[in-house]
């Protein structure tokens, strides 16, 4: 245990992103996010990453448009939002992945308004799952650091190129004090090559960046965007072992699984939840039940194949949801997962749960709960395909 | 795995409390998680923070439901919120009052109660109770080493009002393990 010490998840986070030697963060604050730019103005003030540039915008509108510039003229950047913050960002985040900027940002995971919350969920960075973005997720503060290196060397892959969102759960894991590992500059330095564009801005060799594009060249410009992020799933798989290999860690490549192999009852989540249901699973596979969790890791790329031969011999899927399309009343794992399991041979009912939204706590109750509930729908057949698990009906 | 519940007020330094819990069991060799609850923290408005200790890390993320210890640093507490809530049956809560624990009404749990405030004018002087009563914890159930509630203390206040804080640690240590 000597070279964990016990810090906050932001600070792990902004103590990675340093080590990545980023050139330019453009940062605004917001809640729960704050704590991480607060350290790496810290850092930056400090001299203590180099010759970076921290600017303190306006906006997270002139954040993100601050990076795109920053990252187009050859600069690796960071950056950290959430939310409502994210959410300002949003016509400029297609900008980003269209120009093929491999920016990296955290997103502290954070409920969108209205009602105003501050607390966890994960609708702020499903709702931008069409812009382009790779969106990797962090089951605690160890991962959600040793992530950030890993979303860099993945997006500035050459034959991807495009950006990435390291996604955590806010207050649950950045505010979190625990024992972690802060990664070394030696062990980074080994792991992540300086960024290296094919193409960058510069002056004595003019090119032109998201230029206008007629009906007859659009398409495939989307085209060879999602061909990067076709080449992203092997990348994130290999670069999951590199890591592994340098920092002697493992979280999983694409997905990961927990008493995955004989498990009759699937759960499938992402996030900080993956601790609690860990320890639920413990507890009911001493009963004997054959319950066992499928992690999502990335969810953008989705990672289809890898889940259809982790489920296949299930016999019933539970997808748990920190979000909500309103108007399909499910959440985006359950969609995303239902839809891959179309045009196969695999028929295994799909029984979707919510909870978790605007910062309501999960309690281990809630998991054994649920898995109650997959047992019946198994033998009875599933009424409700998807609802909310923790709904207050005295309040409805 | 023990699980802690800290009650307070906003700006009496729960959160600090609980981090400094963790800080000192990991000092001690063991693994920790201390955590807010979340709240939109105002001066004066009931706070909640929590640490676990345990041998093997700790996986989970929910709240502490069934807590093995409850510090409570604001008696006037009691008459606002179930501060014994859940805790286990061998559980201990120590308040910080100056009325003698066996009177307290509402609690059928252990307690043990510590004047903290009159520790904290006393020997560091200012009424700031989150440290005397890490202090007070350490000694009344052995959870935690005393010298590594010290150490994180100490290196978490500087210079005088460090010595201050270790010192009154040290103080609220001793009048607990009289009891204990």
């Not at chain 1, 290196?149 to 190129?161: A, R, S, T």
């Not at chain 2, 996986?59 to 604001?74: G, I, K």
């Not at chain 2, 509402?106 to 002087?125: E, L, Q, R, W």
């Not at chain 2, 590594?148 to 201050?164: H, L, P, Q």
Request: net charge negative.
């Amino acid at each position: 245990m000597s070279k964990l010490t016990v810090v906050e998840g932001s600070y792990a986070v902004a103590h990675a992103a340093k080590v990545c030697r980023p050139d330019v963060i453009p940062a605004y604050p917001i809640t729960p996010q704050t704590h991480i730019v607060e350290e790496l103005s810290k850092f930056a003030a400090n001299g203590e990453i180099g010759a970076c540039e921290y600017i303190t915008v306006e906006s997270e509108f002139s954040a993100i448009s601050a990076l795109i510039g920053a990252c187009a003229a050859g600069a690796r950047t960071y950056s950290a939002t959430t939310s409502q913050g994210l959410a300002l960002m949003h016509e400029v985040l297609f900008n980003a992945s269209g120009m093929r900027l491999p920016l990296v940002m955290t997103v502290a995971n954070r409920a969108m308004s209205a009602p105003l919350s501050i607390w966890n969920d994960h609708q702020d960075s499903i709702a931008q799952r069409d812009t382009g973005w790779i969106q990797l997720y962090a089951e605690d503060p160890q991962e959600a650091a040793d992530m950030t290196p890993q979303v860099y060397k993945i997006c500035e892959d050459n034959k991807i190129m495009l950006p990435a969102m390291a996604c955590f759960d806010g207050f649950i894991l950045t505010h979190v004090y625990e024992p972690v590992v802060l990664l070394e500059q030696d062990l980074t330095d080994e792991f992540l090559p300086p960024f290296a564009p094919e193409h960058i801005l510069d002056p004595s060799n003019p090119k032109t960046f998201g230029a206008f594009a007629d009906p007859g060249v659009y398409s495939e410009f989307r085209y060879m965007q999602e061909l990067g992020m076709s080449a992203a799933l092997k990348k994130i798989e290999t670069v999951a072992d590199e890591f592994n290999e340098i920092y002697g860690r493992y979280y999983g490549g694409l997905i990961d699984g927990y008493y995955l192999d004989d498990a009759e009852i699937v759960l499938v989540a992402m996030g900080s939840v993956i601790g609690t249901i860990k320890d639920v699973l413990d507890e009911l596979r001493a009963e004997g039940k054959k319950v066992g969790l499928l992690k999502i890791r990335s969810f953008r790329p989705f990672p289809t194949d890898a889940i259809r031969n982790a489920v296949k011999n299930a016999a019933i899927i539970v997808p748990l949801d920190k979000s909500i399309s309103i108007g399909k009343y499910e959440g985006a794992l359950c969609t995303e997962i239902k839809a891959s399991l179309y045009n196969t041979k695999i028929d295994i009912p799909v029984l979707g749960y919510m909870f978790g939204h605007g910062g309501r706590d999960i309690p281990p109750e809630r998991i054994k709960k649920i898995v109650s509930e997959a047992e019946k729908a198994i033998v009875n057949g599933i009424t409700i395909e998807s609802s909310y698990v923790d709904l207050r009906e005295e309040l409805l | 795995m023990k699980e802690i519940r800290i009650h307070g007020r906003g700006g009496q330094g729960s959160v600090t409390a609980a981090e400094l819990l963790a800080v000192a069991a990991f000092e001690d060799g063991k693994y920790s998680q201390a955590f807010p609850s979340f709240g939109v923290e105002r001066r004066g408005a009931p706070v909640v923070a929590f640490t676990r200790i345990d041998d093997k890390p700790i996986r989970m993320r929910s709240q502490v439901y069934e807590p093995d210890y409850v510090v409570v640093q604001d008696a006037t507490l009691i008459d606002v919120i179930d501060v014994a809530g859940g805790i286990k049956k061998d559980g201990l809560i120590i308040i910080n009052t100056e009325k003698d624990a066996g009177k307290l009404k509402n609690i059928s749990a252990k307690v043990m109660a510590i004047d903290a405030t009159k520790i904290a004018m006393d020997v560091i002087g200012r009424p700031i109770v989150n440290t005397v009563l890490l202090g007070a914890f350490a000694g009344a159930t052995g959870e935690i080493r005393l010298e590594s509630i010290k150490k994180a203390v100490g290196e978490r206040f500087s210079g005088k009002i460090g010595e201050k804080n270790v010192a009154a640690v040290d103080a609220a240590y001793k009048a607990m393990e009289a009891h204990a």
